[in-house]
Each structure stands twice: as structure tokens, then as C-alpha cells.
Nanobody, 124 residues
Framework: QVQLLESGGGLAQPGGSLRLSCAAS????????MGWARQAPGQGIEWVSA????????YYAESVKGRFTISRDNAKNTIYLQMDGLKPEDTALYHC?????????????????WGLGTQVTVSS
């Protein structure tokens, strides 16, 4: 049974940093690309970032490029999202998701399992 458990969210000030983690289980982690998406209050799901199965290829939405860094540790079955230079518009529920293949898609419809999310709030 696939499980994805996010952690690391919380309250940060504008310009601050947070590091999200997502622990995965129930599948061969190193065979699949993974991604992060977010949903702000009253808005739809926004793709944020994706990483290929080897951790070499990383991809970002324009809204977070240069501020967020995705990474993974296949020995620990975990992906991370380092968020620096946080802005109030980054406030959202952040979900990690498993791609349905080794491809790091930008379309969230290509991700077949999702975690419940961790809340990130950026406010002074």
C-alpha cells in the first residue's frame, strides 16, 4: 500500500526558509519520479516541482524557480523541498506525489498517489 507522509510545514516570515520532507513507502521508490504541488485557500492545485528517479533532473514552476530546491534520498525513500526566500503567496497546503512512471511530469494528472499535505504559512 502506497503511503506518502509530508512533514516540515509551519509558519515562516517573509524571506524565511522551511524544509519539507516526504517519506514514502509501499513501492519501489527509486523507480519513480516524484513531485510537489500546492493548493492555496480557494484556489486549484498548482504544480511546484518534480524530480526524476535518480535525483539528477529537477524541474520547477516559474513562481518558485531560484527559491525552492527539490532533492531526494533513495536510501531513505524520502524527497525534500527546501524553500528559501518565502513570500506570502507561497502560503498553501503542500502535497508530495508519486509519478505514475519514471518521468517527472508537470501535469498533476500524471501523479497517481498523493500525501495529505503539510501546511505552510508565510506571514509577518
Amino acid at each position: 500500500q502506497v503511503q506518502l507522509l509530508e512533514s516540515g510545514g509551519g509558519l515562516a516570515q517573509p524571506g524565511g526558509s522551511l524544509r519539507l520532507s516526504c517519506a514514502a513507502s509501499g513501492f519501489t521508490f527509486s523507480s519513480y519520479a516524484m513531485g510537489w504541488a500546492r493548493q492555496a485557500p480557494g484556489q486549484g492545485i498548482e504544480w511546484v516541482s518534480a524530480i526524476d528517479r535518480d535525483g539528477i533532473g529537477t524541474y520547477y514552476a516559474e513562481s518558485v524557480k531560484g527559491r525552492f530546491t527539490i532533492s531526494r534520498d533513495n536510501a531513505k525513500n524520502t524527497i525534500y523541498l527546501q524553500m528559501d526566500g518565502l513570500k506570502p503567496e507561497d502560503t498553501a497546503l503542500y502535497h508530495c506525489a508519486k509519478s505514475d512512471s519514471d518521468k517527472p511530469y508537470r501535469q498533476m494528472t500524471k501523479y497517481d498517489y498523493w500525501g495529505l499535505g503539510t501546511q505552510v504559512t508565510v506571514s509577518s
